[in-house]
């Protein structure tokens, strides 16, 4: 391995000297699909449907690929139809040179039916710089884990980590897992492979459409030791705003949401609020209670943005003057220049917006 490098090294070395990067990538990409000068670069090698609609896709990478820490996000770019799309993931590192991708097919989600539906062995995905916060920091006796839908991604990225850093030996991790049906559990032979294999972790699916099992305050009174607890959840910004709630007495307290709550879909919230793009010396009409991001594109303007979750600030602006709604939690704001991030906030007065 360490010889390839040099030789792929000195041939990068070379290649720059008489070609721009996108030229000699251009051209060592047709000898390896991997190879890159500068672009970090996956490829699809193996396919595994692991639930309804949702695929599992390991992805070998290129030295450009920054792996992050277990838990975070990576944008992913992929190119559909000639156009490139990015869209966050969290994914499992398998070893040194394998990442695994869990998807699930999302109504009316481009990119997630391309990669559930279409995406086939040897295509090419870029990978971009991790980020997000609900990283591997457990310092707490006990670690408890809720996911749902979607959500169990970043878990699953933890319980590897934690299974190859031995670390479930010494610390009782919890899994609570909800899901619409058998079929929508993703992923759960691994899970009962674990439970298997290490005492201190349990894993529990739950099923929201066969009983009444949905989030609530009887899943706390099962804990003992909440104090003594770090608690991580990932899910809906419902079921996030939930656990928010109801473990707030916990030793520490981790949420992220991937979608956006009953905010965004509130009948009481009709009509059209002027927007003023000042750096696009623009003046436009967008519906009241949609993300002002999705309100843009559908005016065919086209504002930076990554994960669409509010994580990671790729489409954060400066909100000069007028009021917003945060599509998460419902908070409303009408301070003048404020940081708005656009994919999880909707226009509730006429806005001033530096774009």
């Not at 408890?144 to 009782?172: F, W």
């Not at 919890?174 to 674990?194: F, N, R, S």
């Not at 965004?264 to 696009?280: A, C, K, M, P, W």
């Not at 065919?300 to 945060?326: E, F, L, S």
Request: glycine fraction near 6%.
């Amino acid at each position: 391995m360490q010889a390839i490098e040099k030789r792929n090294s000195l041939f990068n070395s070379l290649a720059q000297s008489v070609m721009n990067s996108h030229d000699a990538n251009f051209w060592l990409q047709k000898i390896n699909p991997l190879w890159s000068i500068n672009q970090p670069l996956a490829k699809i090698v193996e396919k595994q449907i692991v639930a309804k609609d949702t695929v599992s896709l390991m992805l070998q990478c290129n030295r450009h690929v920054i792996r992050g820490v277990a838990g975070q996000h990576h944008p992913v770019t992929l190119e559909i139809a000639g156009r490139h799309y990015e869209r966050t993931y969290s994914m499992m590192q398998v070893d040194a040179d394998h990442l695994c991708l869990t998807v699930k097919k999302v109504d009316q989600g481009l990119v997630s039916s391309w990669l559930v539906e279409q995406s086939q062995a040897g295509d090419i995905l870029r990978l971009g710089h991790p980020y997000g916060e609900m990283q591997q920091s457990v310092v707490t006796p006990h670690l408890l884990l809720l996911a749902a839908g979607s959500g169990i991604t970043p878990m699953l990225s933890l319980i590897e980590a934690l299974c190859q850093s031995k670390q479930l030996n010494t610390t009782t991790v919890q899994l609570m897992y909800w899901v619409k049906t058998h079929a929508d559990a993703a992923h759960a032979e691994y899970l009962k492979e674990v439970s298997e294999n290490f005492s201190k972790f349990s894993a529990q699916i739950l099923y929201t459409q066969e009983q009444d099992s949905r989030l609530n305050q009887s899943h706390v009174d099962q804990l003992v030791s909440l104090n003594e607890t770090t608690v991580y959840a990932c899910g809906p910004s419902g079921f996030a705003a939930t656990a928010e709630s109801l473990f707030q007495n916990a030793a520490a307290l981790h949420t992220e949401a991937f979608s956006l709550s009953q905010f965004e879909q509130e009948q009481s919230e009709t009509g059209f609020i002027n927007v003023t793009l000042t750096q696009s010396n623009k003046t436009i009409a967008i519906p009241k209670g949609q993300s002002i991001l999705t309100s843009l594109e559908h005016q065919g303007i086209k504002p930076d943005h990554g994960c669409r979750m509010g994580i990671c600030n790729k489409c954060a602006c400066n909100k000069v003057q007028g009021a917003t709604k945060n599509l998460l939690n419902g908070a409303v704001n009408n301070e003048p220049t404020q940081l708005l991030k656009i994919c999880v906030n909707s226009a509730q007065s006429d806005l001033v917006i530096d774009l």
